[in-house]
C-alpha cells in the first residue's frame, strides 16, 4: 500500500516557476515507477511525465519536454516536478501517481496508487 500527498502547487506568472512535491508513504516506495500527470475540468486526465524505480528512466509528455524535470529521493520517500517557463496551457490539477512498472508508463490505468491533487494556476 502506497499513500500520496502533492504539495507545491499555486499561482504564477507566465514565465514562473514551481516544484511540486509528492511524499509518499509505504515502504515499497522504491518499487514503484511514479508519474506525475494533470487535468483539467472537462478533459481527460493527461499524461505529464514519469520516472522508473530506479530514476535511470524518465519519461515527459512533448509540450512540457526541456521545461520540465521529474525527479525522486528514494532515501526520502519523495518525487518532485520542477516546472520552469509556465505557460497558461499548463493550468490544471496535477496528480502524483504510483505504479509497479518495469519502467515508465503513460496511462493512468497503469498506475496503482493516486494522490489527492494540487492546484496549479498560470496566469497571462
Known amino acids: 500500500q502506497v499513500q500520496l500527498v502533492e504539495s507545491g502547487g499555486g499561482l504564477v506568472q507566465a514565465g514562473g516557476s514551481l516544484r511540486l512535491s509528492c511524499a509518499a508513504s509505504?515502504?515499497?516506495?522504491?518499487?514503484?515507477?511514479m508519474g506525475w500527470f494533470r487535468q483539467v475540468p472537462g478533459k481527460e486526465r493527461e499524461f505529464v511525465a514519469a520516472?522508473?524505480?530506479?530514476?535511470?528512466?524518465?519519461d515527459y509528455v512533448d509540450s512540457v519536454k526541456g521545461r520540465f524535470t521529474i525527479s525522486r529521493d528514494t532515501a526520502k520517500n519523495m518525487v518532485y516536478l520542477q516546472m520552469n517557463s509556465l505557460k497558461p496551457e499548463d493550468t490544471a490539477v496535477y496528480y502524483c501517481?504510483?505504479?509497479?512498472?518495469?519502467?515508465?508508463?503513460?496511462?493512468?490505468?497503469?498506475?496503482?496508487?493516486w494522490g489527492q491533487g494540487t492546484q496549479v494556476t498560470v496566469s497571462s
Open positions: 501517481a504510483a505504479g509497479a512498472l518495469l519502467a515508465v508508463g503513460r496511462r493512468a490505468n497503469e498506475y496503482d496508487y
Open positions: 509505504g515502504r515499497t516506495f522504491s518499487t514503484y515507477a
Open positions: 520516472i522508473s524505480w530506479s530514476g535511470d528512466v524518465t
